[in-house]
């Protein structure tokens, strides 16, 4: 029963910014991580960016430069923050909450973002 919040999503120009947020139960808590992920419609699932609760991220080559992964100093949200969109960057984009055992397994709703002029 655990509860994703996710938001942020939004209609864009190209070139604008967005900034997606996700609030992971238990994040803060245990030795978790989050990802964000995209999928385009017709396309396929694509990996953005990973965080954990220590600070450490990653960012995908295709958004490197573009986008960025944050998190609060404490509590349990996440942020992508998005600068520079593109149309291929026209997606649905969704955080999944993993980690060790003790971190729930658990994707947020989704955020749409739209890129286009």
């Known amino acids: 029963q655990v509860q994703m919040v996710e938001s942020g999503g939004g209609s864009v120009q190209p070139g604008g910014s967005l900034r997606l947020s996700c609030t992971a139960p238990?994040?803060?808590?245990?030795?978790?991580?989050v990802d964000w992920y995209r999928q385009a419609a017709g396309g396929e699932r694509e990996w953005v960016a990973h965080?954990?609760?220590?600070?450490?991220?990653r960012i995908a080559d295709s958004v490197k430069g573009r986008f960025t992964n944050s998190k609060d100093k404490a509590g349990d949200t996440v942020y992508l923050q998005m600068n520079n969109l593109k149309p291929e960057d026209d997606a649905m984009y969704s955080c999944?909450?993993?980690?060790?055992?003790?971190?729930?397994?658990?994707w947020g709703q989704g955020s749409q973002v739209s890129v286009s002029s």
């Open positions: 999944k909450l993993g980690g060790e055992r003790a971190c729930w397994r658990a």
């Open positions: 965080i954990h609760n220590n600070g450490a991220s």
């Open positions: 238990g994040f803060a808590s245990h030795d978790c991580g």
